[in-house]
């Protein structure tokens, strides 16, 4: 397959469940020490978890589910901690991580501009965004 198709094509459902990358690992595990450390559970989560699904639109965005939970209900998901940084490139991203019935279900990574890239935003440029709900 050329770099063009690889680019273009849909990502095929077939390939998941599969495992976080270490990329997507590291990134969802700073992210909670360093903003949620109320919330450490979520590190075993995040141990325990696989990729569900990715976007198709070029973003690093991906929802993950704890292998040993049972599937995630129906109940809506919600956004539990917002954030934003630059990416090496940079490209200004937000960063949004979801929670369903308690436990991590999306890390999503939005483009400010027009070109959603698949870069994660570097690590020392994040900051919590002022409207970033409230801990518990
Ligand atoms: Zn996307």
Redesign the pocket.
Known sequence: MSVLEMNTAEPSQATFPRPLTETERSFVAFLITKFLPTRNYLQEQLADSVVTRI?????P?FDLWETCSPAPPASEARVFWQGYGETARGDSVGILLFETAGRLSCCEVFYNADE?RADLPVFESIKESPTSPVQP
């Open positions: 976007c198709g639109c070029g973003c965005t959603s």
